[in-house]
């Protein structure tokens, strides 16, 4: 990544999810993929609304059961495995034509190798306020040393922490990404009383807006609320962490590729940073969802993060509430029906 400053992509705006009437003739199939047992339930309530009839695995899509989409021009794919271009062409030579991913974002697929195999990608959008809620508590717990506190509990250690937590309306807070989901942390830190920093190339919040490098510079807690693309990967690398306020604290429910763990690591180490809140991480494929609990980590970074006191560490879990769950579903449903009402608009 070069030091000039990215392009800070904004959010897609939402489509409501409100229940409408199902269109007439016989209802759309579409085949649901990786779909966890409280989707399911989801999916069978809503679908009738849709007029969609879902055909449901748990199972990821992958080359070996593409063929579960036959006679299905849509599919509806989790964001928990990558997509890979080998199960693309796979869904394409069984008639897919649609392909809508239960996630805002869509870096674990090969969008422009999907185009070229005749199946068009969508994403979808939900609560916002899931993922800012989260936030706000992973900040809270990094400046109260929350994680070293549990950790302590757990082994019957209650005295208190080294060190004293720190309160955040005596804190600036620089958002980076101010689509939905920053513009709703920005809401709330308000009721927080804390200096709000912003930064995107498309102001979309209420805080100050200042270039990143100067956001850096100011704040005593850095959050993430960019897509993951080409542009954004490794925002924040080696020289922009070197940039930050000495003890400043660092999170993420973003995307793991947003910061380049490598630099993050030996800046936590040393205490140049004070600490870091990580909903996701580089390379989290295969281990968060997974019980590991009699496996071997086999991921050196997240063992190296889990042995540091100032670290909090939770599995790619802020989405996920009720409210943001139905959401998911439902857009993922209008999303199918559209693409296929254009379709036949277009014949």
Same mark, same amino acid.
């Given at each position: ?40 339930v989801l999916f069978r309530e809503l679908a009738p ?6 055909? *449901? ?26 997509i890979t271009n080998p199960t693309l062409l796979a869904l394409s030579q069984v008639g897919v034509a649609y ?141 922009? *962490? ?16 947003? *910061? ?86 277009? *014949?």
């Amino acid at each position: 990544m070069t030091d000039r400053e990215p392009a800070l992509p904004s959010a897609r705006r939402t489509r409501s999810p409100a229940p409408r009437s199902s269109p007439p003739g016989p209802p759309l199939g579409i085949t649901v993929y990786g779909c966890g047992p409280d989707e399911a339930v989801l999916f069978r309530e809503l679908a009738p609304r849709f007029g969609v009839a879902p055909t *449901i695995t748990g199972e990821a899509v992958s080359t070996a059961n593409a063929a579960l989409a036959s006679g299905n021009r849509c599919v509806s794919v989790g964001h928990k495995t990558r997509i890979t271009n080998p199960t693309l062409l796979a869904l394409s030579q069984v008639g897919v034509a649609y392909l809508s991913t239960r996630s805002i974002g869509d870096d674990h697929i090969d969008v422009a190798y999907a185009a070229s195999v005749g199946i068009t990608v969508g994403t979808v959008e939900y609560s916002p306020h899931s993922v800012a809620d989260y936030t706000v508590m992973l900040m809270l717990m990094a400046v109260r040393n929350a994680g070293s506190v549990l950790r302590r509990a757990d082994a019957h250690d209650y005295r208190l922490p080294d060190l004293p937590g720190r309160e955040l309306r005596d804190l600036t807070v620089g958002v980076v990404g101010t689509g939905r989901i920053g513009a709703a942390v920005v809401d709330r830190l308000r009721g927080f009383g804390c200096r709000q920093l912003a930064h995107d190339v498309r102001p979309g919040s209420s805080a100050e807006h200042v270039p990143l490098d100067e956001l850096l510079r100011q704040s005593d807690v850095v959050t993430l609320h960019t897509p993951l693309t080409a542009a954004t990967r490794h925002l924040l690398n080696r020289r922009r *962490i070197e940039r930050m306020k000495h003890g400043a604290f660092v999170v993420n429910t973003g995307r793991g590729g947003l *910061i380049d763990t490598d630099a993050l690591l030996p800046a936590l180490e040393s205490g140049r940073l004070g600490g870091a809140a990580l909903d996701v991480l580089e390379g989290e494929e295969g281990i968060f969802y997974a019980d590991r609990r009699n496996r071997p980590l086999d991921h050196e970074h997240l063992s190296r993060l889990r042995r540091l006191p100032n670290v909090v560490i939770t599995p790619h879990t802020a989405y996920h509430t009720d409210h943001a769950l139905r959401d998911t579903v439902a857009n993922s449903l209008i999303n199918c029906r559209d693409f296929e009402s254009r379709k036949q608009h277009w *014949i």
